[in-house]
Each structure stands twice: as structure tokens, then as C-alpha cells.
């Protein structure tokens, strides 16, 4: 079965968040169930730069306006396909906005053409590249569908599609003027196309394409039927009922694996986890920490509400006074940095700040912080979660999406069990959180309830064996193949 996974990011060429690491590790994720996935990207000039021999399948003289080329190459071992379109793609700043974080004013354009070169692409367009599926992540992708759908190949047949939501918080919504440059029918401008409140939803014009619209777990596509998590798309999302599903992400367990993390000063396991001080000692140097056997919060964030880093700003005098000391790496808001370097600037030695992107030392931290904090107010899947379960770092969490889903508290129930591996709580308010880390507090006292959850987490398997068995049973679902 050939699939393409059309996206706006994929490690190891770039990321800003999740999406990313999950798009990037889909492909040999299938691979082991007879799925060849091949993953469609703009061409950022880090993903120019990253292709290796790369071949020409198709070149434009006008996609949506701009001259472009479907470009082939290799994302690590898997098949890829750049969508090369300088006039789009090849500038400095983000992948979706300047340096100082303002959108591209021509997003809808960057966007919508690769939708264009998608459904191209996945329809046919290209002789001895044939696909059976076409799988979209994101509103940046998700006007595929929406080609497809409206205005395909001429001559194709139909191919069935998924539109994986990895946060609906994100829509790609734009004023109605747009419309004629899209280069859709007449008929797309309707309320079950691409119209949305008079202008034009990308997101929503992939969900109502779509065969099947999947978000990244159960509980979030549960939660995404009201209106607090929806945010406007609820009523679509109820509307599809049994055609919105839920499943969680994997990790990918050759990057994050404690016995073999290069980044690390010691690796370990869940029978040598004494040799985890090692990291810790060297993540309090690293944070200019007071060095100390109490217990090392940690959080490897965006610094957004959608995070509840506003709540943590708030909580953090009461989790040093408590006895606990914090290492955070993010970047975001400028009003949360402020808040944090405030609290830093009460608290030396107590709170260490890391305000940027690094990837190399989110490894370290998982590995030397006693327990994670993720107070998020909604979480579609989470992923640091994960990575912290898999390194014995306890996660501390807000019981919404993703979170709820992987990670088992620790009341007596579960404790009594030995299946617990972590922390939630209920209302990412001061309230909330500030009893949230009590609790932890009190439990990393007892050590040997402590050393229960953090091998607990070490054992659950949120490899993509699971993950990946379930997108290739939907897939064979909607293309009839075995
Ligand atoms: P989201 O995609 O909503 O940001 P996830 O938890 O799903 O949240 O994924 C976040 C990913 O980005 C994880 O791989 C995490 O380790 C990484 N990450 C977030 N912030 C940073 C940072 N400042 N430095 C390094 N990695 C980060």
C-alpha cells in the first residue's frame, strides 16, 4: 500500500513542535505493516539543503501563481517529495513567520499550494508514482483534501484520505477574497467545503473532505466535540460521528532511549536508575543550580497559555518553598519570560531559565529532572510526556487530551497495583497545580513509591508498535487493501 503524508514539518529537517517528530516517524513507524509512505514538504531551505540527489518529478510554470517542482529526495531512509517553490518557501525567519514571529501575510498561498502540488501528487499526476491514500496533518496540509475533492486530476480515480488534527487550536482561517485565487470550483464555496463564517477555513475544509478525520488521542477527540476544545469546529466534529477517531502518538525510541542517548552523561535503565544522579548532578551545574538531593522540577515547553506556563509563573514560590527547585527550557510569550525571569531573579539557585530551543539538552533534562511539570489546559497528545516516562522523569499533569490518556495516576488504587506512573490533577488553575506538586513532593519522599513510578513509566510501551499497527488498520479500512 503507497501512502502520502503531506505535512509542513518533519524531523530531522525541521520543527517547531510535536508534529514533526510524529510526521517524521510515521514512515518506518508503517513500514513493518506493509505501508511505504512517502511524505510530501515545502522546500524551506533547510529542507533544500537536506536533499540529497534530488530528482525532478514534475515542474510548474504557475502553481497558484508561482513557478514551482515537485522535487524527489529522502527524509532519513523514507521516500520524500519537496514542493520547490522559491517565490513560497525560500526565506529567512520561521517556517510560518519572520523572525519576530509575525506570520507570512501570503501563509494562505504557501499553504494552498502545497494542498495544490498534494492533490496532484496523491491523484496521479506524476507517471510510476501512484497512491492509494492520502494522509494530511494539519490545517497547513489540509487543503489537499480539499483539492481532491473539488478540482482532482483530471481522470483520477478517487483516493480516500485522513486528516489527522494534531491541534485544533490552529485553523488556517482567511478572508473570503482569497477564494477565486485558490483556483477551486464555484461549488468548494459552500458551507460543507471550504466556506467558514464567510471566509475560507483550511482545517475545515480538510475535516469535511475527508474520509476519516484522526487526532492524536482518544480523549482529545472526545473533548473536541464541545465547544471549549472545538473551538467553533465542534459541531462539524459531532457531525462525522464514528468518522473522527482517536489515536495516541508514538516516540521514536532510537532517539529517546536512556540506555543509549548520546547526550546524556550517563545512561541507564530501569534496573540501574542510581546511575541517573550523574544527569541530574550535571543539569544542576548546567542550570547553575544549588546542587542538593531534593526533588528537580522540570519543563521543556512553549511558553503559552495553551501550556498553562501563566498558572506555573504563579505556583513556582510555592514549589521552592516547599523544597523544590526548577529547570525550565522554552520560549514564547514575552510576558511568561517575564513572569519566569522575575520569580529566577527571587529564587537564585533555586530556578534556572533556558529561554530558546535545544534540542540536545531537552534529552539531558528528561534525564536529570526528578518529575516534569505539563499543566497544559488542553494537550491533543503531548509528547514530553512520554519522553519523560520512558526516562524516569515523573509527569506531572493536567488530566486533559493526551495527558490523561498516557499517563496513569498515582492514587492508592493504582499505587496498591504497582501500575501508576505519574501525577494528574484537575483545574490548571493555582489551586490546581500548587496541589498537584505537593503531591509530588510528598510521594518523591517516600522513595521507594517514587522509584515504583518512575519504573512504571519505564515499562509502558509508547513505542510506535501500537500506534502504528492502528494507522495501518484505518488505512486498509478505507482503501479495501490487505
Ligand atoms: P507541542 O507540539 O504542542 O509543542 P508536544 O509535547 O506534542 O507539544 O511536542 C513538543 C516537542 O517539542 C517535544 O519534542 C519537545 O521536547 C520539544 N520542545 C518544546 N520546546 C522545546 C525547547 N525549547 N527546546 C527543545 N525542544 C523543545
Known amino acids: 500500500m503507497r501512502v502520502l503524508s503531506v505535512a509542513s514539518e518533519a524531523v530531522p529537517l525541521v520543527k517547531t513542535g510535536g508534529l514533526a517528530d510524529v510526521v517524521g516517524a510515521l514512515p518506518a513507524a508503517l513500514a513493518p505493516h506493509g505501508v511505504a509512505i512517502t511524505t510530501l514538504l515545502p522546500g524551506y531551505p533547510a529542507v533544500m539543503a537536506g536533499l540529497k540527489r534530488p530528482r525532478v518529478l514534475h515542474a510548474y510554470t504557475s502553481l497558484l501563481g508561482e513557478p514551482a517542482r515537485l522535487v524527489a529526495g529522502k527524509l532519513g531512509e523514507q521516500p520524500l517529495v519537496v514542493l520547490d517553490a522559491p517565490g513560497l518557501f525560500d526565506r529567512p525567519g520561521g517556517l510560518y513567520g519572520d523572525a519576530l514571529g509575525r506570520d507570512w501575510a501570503d501563509n494562505w498561498r504557501r499553504f494552498a499550494a502545497l494542498g495544490r502540488a498534494a492533490a496532484d501528487l496523491g491523484g496521479g499526476l506524476v507517471k510510476g508514482h501512484a497512491f492509494d491514500l492520502v494522509h494530511a496533518h494539519d490545517w497547513q496540509a489540509a487543503m489537499a483534501l480539499a483539492y481532491l475533492r473539488f478540482a482532482p486530476v483530471k481522470g483520477s480515480p478517487p483516493v480516500p484520505t485522513v486528516m489527522t488534527i494534531h491541534n485544533m487550536a490552529f485553523q488556517g482561517y482567511y478572508p473570503g477574497e482569497i477564494f477565486r485565487n485558490l483556483g477551486l470550483p464555484k461549488a468548494a464555496w459552500a458551507i460543507d467545503g471550504v466556506e467558514y463564517h464567510g471566509g475560507v477555513g483550511f482545517l475545515k475544509a480538510g475535516m469535511e473532505a475527508a474520509s476519516v478525520i484522526t487526532t492524536v488521542s482518544p480523549t482529545y477527540a472526545e473533548e ?43 545512561t541507564y535503565t530501569a534496573r540501574t536508575l542510581a546511575r541517573r544522579v550523574a544527569n541530574k548532578r550535571a543539569l544542576e551545574a548546567e542550570f547553575g543550580l544549588e546542587s542538593g538531593d531534593g526533588p528537580l522540577f522540570i519543563v521543556v515547553s512553549r511558553l503559552t497559555w495553551q501550556k498553562g506556563m501563566d498558572v506555573l509563573v504563579e505556583v513556582l514560590d510555592h514549589l521552592v518553598g516547599l523544597g523544590g527547585r526548577l529547570a525550565l527550557l ?149 482503501t479495501g487493501k490487505a
Not at 227 to 252: C, P, T, W
Not at 395 to 416: E, Q, S, W
Open 224 to 266: 473536541i466535540r464541545e465547544a471549549e476544545f472545538g473551538m467553533g469546529l465542534e459541531g462539524l466534529v459531532a457531525s462525522r460521528g464514528a468518522r473522527v477517531r482517536g489515536i495516541v502518538n508514538g516516540i521514536d525510541t532510537a532517539e529517546w532511549n536512556p540506555a543509549t542517548d548520546p547526550h546524556l552523561a550517563a
Open 330 to 478: 522554552g520560549s514564547g510569550d514575552q510576558a511568561i519570560v517575564a513572569g519566569l525571569e522575575a520569580a529566577a531573579g527571587r529564587r537564585p539557585g533555586r530556578i534556572g531559565l533556558r529561554i530558546g530551543y535545544d534540542e540536545g539538552l531537552s534529552h539531558r533534562m528528561q534525564a536529570g529532572g526528578d518529575a516534569i511539570l505539563v499543566p497544559s489546559r488542553f494537550e491533543p497528545c503531548g509528547l514530553t510526556q512520554l519522553y519523560a516516562l520512558a526516562y524516569g522523569c515523573v509527569p506531572v499533569v493536567a488530566r486533559t487530551g493526551g495527558l490523561a490518556d498516557t499517563v496513569i495516576d498515582a492514587n492508592l488504587a493504582a499505587r496498591a497495583a504497582r501500575v501508576a506512573t505519574g501525577i494528574q490533577f484537575a483545574g490548571v488553575n493555582y489551586q490546581g497545580l500548587a496541589a498537584a506538586i505537593s503531591r509530588a513532593i510528598a510521594l518523591y519522599g517516600q522513595s521507594d513509591e517514587w522509584q515504583a513510578l518512575q519504573r512504571g513509566g519505564m515499562k509502558a510501551d509508547f513505542s510506535w508498535h501500537t500506534s502504528g499497527a492502528a494507522y495501518a488498520a484505518l488505512y486498509r479500512e478505507l
